[in-house]
Nanobody, 113 residues
Framework: QVQLVESGGGTVEPGGSLRLSCATDPFTFSAYSLAWYRQAPGKERELVARITKSDGTTEYGDSVQGRATISRDDDKKTLHLEMVSLKPEDTAVYYC??????WGQGTQVTVSS
């Protein structure tokens, strides 16, 4: 059964940090790539970060470059996203995505004082 379950969202103060996790199943986790996307109200969904299975190559969206780190735990079949120096414009629903075409339900991140 396909499974992508995000966790770790919440409210964070500007300048703070967070760590999101996405628990998956072996089939979903074995995809060519896994990624985090986000969607803010009234905006299109955008890529935050992507990591490939073969060699762990990473790619980051321009808006989070230098502030985000994507990683994968192969033993636990879990994808992570760490972000630092959070800004109010990072407020969005964050989604986990498998290149097999599956999305998680999303987790809300709000950056506010």
């Amino acid at each position: 059964q396909v499974q992508l379950v995000e966790s770790g969202g919440g409210t964070v103060e500007p300048g703070g940090s967070l760590r999101l996790s996405c628990a998956t199943d072996p089939f979903t986790f074995s995809a060519y790539s896994l990624a985090w996307y986000r969607q803010a109200p009234g905006k299109e969904r955008e890529l935050v970060a992507r990591i490939t299975k073969s060699d762990g190559t990473t790619e980051y969206g321009d808006s989070v470059q230098g502030r985000a780190t994507i990683s994968r735990d192969d033993d636990k079949k879990t994808l992570h996203l760490e972000m630092v120096s959070l800004k109010p414009e990072d407020t969005a629903v964050y989604y986990c995505y498998s290149s097999r075409g599956y999305w998680g339900q999303g987790t809300q991140v709000t950056v506010s004082s």
